[in-house]
């Protein structure tokens, strides 16, 4: 006897519920994996954060900061495959540590750079009128700052004022707090923009005035109606801002006013290399390679999320 | 049908925009009357239709009556709640008793949220089921109602079609079981087919539940078929407000007649032999509306002293309102 299938959506759902169907998130995510150059840049992304958090496995961060006069300069070789520096530190060991504070430092200012955009944007676009003025002049004064010079002068005030911080079972001197501190505080006014650029426009749908017309607080109008929709550019700002911030601790660094040694980053490891250039360029190399690859990677990726974000592409 | 108790009451309700220029020190440079002055009672069980053309305030009216504008001056009074100064549990109880329904049905459901949660929203916001499953159930129950598949309630809004939005739209709109709902042109956005259906959807819930509608739409042939009362409006107020037949077969007003008189009428002989009013020039703006009878300009049987004096809002017959001083009372009236 032949039975007829029913068809499979009544079949998984017990007849009663379909099940849901992919989210947003999951239809972005197939998006996103179709995305050739975003994807191998993901994997790289992830190799460059195996390398500098699962490298502390293999060094200890005594050995990164050991120094040994005699072995100075020496160029790659078996015992130090990245070379060592002025004072004989090993590279590869200082790479691996240095990493772990620059990819945080971009990591971290970023959340800051986030909290204050999203909060001054949303309150900018969703409530308009004089709040709107006011904020939004903030944030153009803000603007219009040079934000290295602006790094610098806070750089040199903050210095030697924080206090250190453990995290992990590992010591930040203050001064990766403070830059952390002043990446962040300095680089919202871009997001806080984009973020009221549209909140202005969502606020307007008819969707926000049903729920008006429902009751639903302001607070829950912004949170979780117009901010899920403003998701996209968020996260594209976010990812390209912390490949701005990796860069920003790099130059602050190199101008010797950021994270003080001995604690390594890739930006103040450069620093230490500019009488070297050209006769001992392994001190530059290796931590500018793995700069180079972050930054490049996580650019890619924002751009993969980019389009992986937009709704009105589809999977096919 | 209609009682005679009022369950909304509008007096005198207006709506001003004002324009604003500058950065920081802002000054008004002009104000738009959007509504200036409007009045009428709606009936517990019956359909109120707002007819008058794009950018006349039909939609001002609708979001000012339920508090979503903050209105110039002028009283709304629903269910016994004076919306213009309700406050706290007054303005929840408002919430929960009236709501609206929306034109574009790609704009008024969040692209972001499920089903379940856009028609479980007035739910969880009045706390009328706080139990999630009994939620959901409540959702399932009100999707059926509209006519969708109570299957349906994890599903997003981009996978139906815009029939079915509405019908969503519907739904959320009854989940706070609500007296009275404002439609701002609910079916405007649809296709003919599928307007047939969203009206006679919305006539079989107004005849379960006891429902009273403010329609706004301009579909003239569409509200005679599902409103009892028209009201007409122009330039941000209105002109004639009569039961349904009377205005559609006697209308007094000089600009319904014309509004009327261009209604397609299907049969040709009809068509031919009717006389087209045609309106001379374009509405005025609503910045500076023309003094005295705001239709002067371009009514045609207008006289000197119509572009003086306001024409009071007034009775011409029983039931029968109207604002114009050339259309004589009913004898005996």
């Given amino acids: 006897m032949t039975t007829i299938e029913p068809p499979a959506r009544i079949g998984l759902a017990g007849g009663d519920v379909e099940a849901p169907p992919l989210s947003p998130g999951q239809m972005a995510w197939r998006r996103f994996r179709r995305h050739k150059l975003a994807m191998a840049n993901a994997v790289l992304l992830i190799l460059l954060f195996v390398y500098s958090f699962g490298g502390a496995f293999v060094y200890s ?76 002049r903030f944030t153009e004064a803000v603007l219009t700052i040079p934000g290295l010079f602006l790094l610098l002068i806070m750089a040199k005030y903050f210095t030697g004022k924080v206090p250190d911080i453990t995290l992990l079972g590992r010591t930040y001197s203050g001064s990766v707090v403070v830059i952390v501190l002043i990446i962040g505080l300095t680089s919202w006014p871009r997001l806080a923009r984009i973020v009221r650029a549209e ?47 990796i860069i920003s601790e790099a130059y602050i660094s190199f101008l010797g006013l950021g994270v003080q040694p001995p604690t390594a980053t890739w930006g103040n490891m450069i620093t230490g290399s500019t009488n070297y250039i050209e006769g001992a360029p392994w001190l530059w190399f290796f931590p500018g390679l793995l700069i180079l690859l972050t930054v490049l990677s996580i650019n890619f990726v924002g751009d993969g999320l980019r389009d992986a974000l937009d709704p009105r592409s589809r999977p096919e | 049908m209609e009682t005679n108790e009022p369950l909304v009451r509008v007096r005198n309700l207006k709506k001003h925009f004002p324009i604003r220029r500058g950065i920081v020190f802002e000054r008004t440079v002009g104000i738009v009357q959007a509504v200036d002055g409007v009045s009428y009672d709606i009936y517990r069980g019956e359909t109120l239709g707002l007819v008058g053309e794009s950018g006349c305030g039909k939609s001002t009216i609708g979001r000012t009556m339920l508090g979503l504008y903050p209105p110039t001056a002028g009283s709304v009074n629903i269910a016994g709640i004076e919306v213009t100064t309700a406050r706290g549990a007054q303005m929840r109880l408002l919430r929960r008793k009236a709501q609206m329904i929306f034109q574009d049905p790609f704009a008024s459901l969040n692209p972001r949220w499920t089903v379940s949660a856009i028609v479980g929203e007035p739910l969880r916001i009045h706390n009328l089921e706080p139990d999630r499953q009994r939620r959901d159930e409540r959702v399932k129950e009100l999707l059926e109602l509209v006519g969708l598949s109570g299957r349906h309630v994890n599903r997003f809004p981009h996978e139906f079609s815009g029939g079915q939005r509405q019908r969503i739209g519907i739904a959320r709109a009854l989940a706070s079981n609500p007296d009275f709902i404002v439609c701002d042109e609910p079916i405007a956005a649809l296709d003919v087919s599928i307007q047939a259906q969203v009206v006679n959807l919305l006539e079989d819930l107004q005849t379960q539940l006891g429902l009273t509608y403010l329609f706004i739409a301009h579909d003239l042939s569409m509200v005679r078929h599902i409103c009892d009362r028209v009201a007409v409006m122009y330039l941000g107020g209105l002109v004639e407000l009569a039961a349904s037949d009377v205005l559609y077969e006697h209308p007094l007003h000089p600009y319904t007649q014309a509004l009327l008189s261009a209604v397609p009428v299907a049969d040709p002989k009809v068509a031919r032999k009717r006389q087209r009013i045609v309106l001379q020039g374009d509405v005025p703006s609503p910045i500076n509306p023309p003094p005295g009878c705001r239709f002067h300009t371009r009514c045609p049987i207008a006289q000197p002293h119509c572009a003086q004096v306001v024409p009071e809002w007034r009775q011409a017959q029983p039931d029968h309102w109207v604002a114009c001083h050339e259309v004589e009372p009913k004898q005996g009236f």
């Fill in chain 1, 61 to 136: 961060e005594a050995y990164a900061n050991y120094n040994d006069t005699t072995k100075r300069l020496q160029p790659p070789s078996w015992e130090h495959p990245f070379g060592t520096d002025t004072i004989g530190r090993d590279i590869l060991a200082r790479t691996i540590y240095g990493g772990q504070i620059s990819l945080l430092i971009g990591i971290t200012a970023v959340l800051v750079q986030l909290v204050i955009g999203i909060l001054i944007g949303a309150l900018a676009g969703y409530y308009g009128g004089l709040l709107d003025s006011l904020l939004m």
């Fill in chain 1, 199 to 245: 909140f202005l426009a969502l606020k307007e749908n008819d969707f926000i005035t049903a729920a008006r017309a429902t009751g639903t607080p302001n607070s829950q109008i912004i949170f979780r109606h117009i901010l899920p929709n403003t998701v996209a550019p968020i996260v594209v700002t976010a990812t390209l801002s912390v490949a701005g911030a």
